[in-house]
């Protein structure tokens, strides 16, 4: 038969309520007593029942992560901050997708409803009306990338636009004026952001030079389609509004014989962590992808369990301009 708590208590010479206690690190047990119960319970190898535990706490003691996908390097380093921080604090971590899907990011809330104590959400489709249809006022959120701007959930995003300026600014410094861009999906809120940077910023800096803009999804196959259109327009420099779409026009370029930068330069966005090991390296705004992944997390834990006098928050993280080999001046004409 499995040990039980009791038998933990039996053990010890204390009472259940005590051993409770000690295993779910309330500061009422003295030190000492908390080491000869955490000795005893290793001793018998006693492992907490976990559906009893959440029936008296009302707590799964998980926390859910719903994202766009789970595919490349992004989401991978996103998901490892969030895990991390996830773990330091004794709690689960349960993912899922809605792969660009209003009807898959519905059923997946749906779907994780009672099984987790909160979660963290970035869906391009997550406005009021459709989180008022799939989402619990009482379940805590906090938005990730995803801007609402009612003040109801915290909320932690980059600022893209301040990024994407930069970069154009950054290129215009270079020489650059025929600066093509690769966009994001039409619906997803920071590829819109990125681009309007793209816009203003181009406007600014090179007057008179009409934006080149090639449409993309975030992938390495949309990239590699605007860097076949950019081998035929021959843009000064191309600046994706990703890393994955910089990486498929550089293979682009490549492809056709193009050099980087001397030919064409290229830049990102994102800095994941392949961008440095390109040939040549990637120039691009560096998002601290991780951190915001544990910053949300953070984040979450102070709305499941709010102090007194808690009110969301509304964070924005600065992107880190990294320059690289591959938007050097590379020609004048």
Not at 116 to 122: A, I, K, N, R, Y
Not at 183 to 199: D, Q, T
Not at 295 to 319: C, G, M
């Amino acid at each position: 038969m499995s040990v039980t708590i009791k038998d933990v208590a039996k053990a010890a010479g204390v009472s259940v309520a005590s051993v409770s206690r000690a295993l779910n690190g309330h500061d009422n047990v003295t030190p000492a007593t908390r080491e000869r119960i955490m000795a005893i319970a290793a001793e018998l190898r006693y492992m907490p029942n976990g559906a009893a535990r959440s029936l008296i706490t009302r707590r799964t003691q998980t926390v859910g992560a719903l994202l766009p996908d789970l595919h490349g390097a992004f989401f991978s380093e996103l998901i490892r901050g969030i895990d991390l921080a996830a773990r330091q604090r004794g709690l689960h971590l349960l993912v899922s997708s809605s792969h660009g899907s209003p009807d898959e990011t519905g059923a997946a809330l749906r779907a994780m409803l009672g099984r987790v104590d909160g979660l963290l959400l970035m869906s391009p489709h997550a406005d009021d009306d459709f989180l008022a249809t799939h989402l619990p006022p009482a379940l805590p959120t906090v938005l990730v990338n995803t801007w609402l701007g009612n003040g109801q959930h915290s909320s932690i995003s980059v600022d893209n636009h301040g990024g994407a300026v930069t970069m154009v600014e950054h290129l215009a410094g270079q020489g650059y004026t025929r600066i093509a861009f690769i966009g994001g999906p039409a619906h997803n809120y920071e590829a819109r952001e990125r681009l309007r940077g793209y816009r203003e910023a181009m406007a600014r800096c090179c007057p008179g030079v009409e934006p080149l803009i090639y449409a993309g999804d975030f992938t390495e196959e949309a990239g590699h389609a605007a860097g076949c259109l950019a081998v035929a327009q021959r843009p000064q420099a191309v600046f994706a509004a990703n890393d994955m779409m910089a990486i498929g026009c550089l293979a682009a370029l490549h492809e056709a014989g193009l050099r980087v930068p001397h030919d064409m330069a290229l830049a990102g966005f994102d800095d994941i962590p392949m961008a440095r090991y390109l040939t040549p390296p990637l120039t691009t705004m560096r998002i601290p992808i991780a951190q915001i992944g544990e910053q949300a997390l953070q984040d979450l834990v102070l709305a499941i369990d709010p102090p007194e006098h808690f009110a969301t928050s509304a964070r924005t993280t600065p992107t880190e301009l990294v320059v690289r080999a591959s938007s050097e001046a590379g020609r004048a004409d």
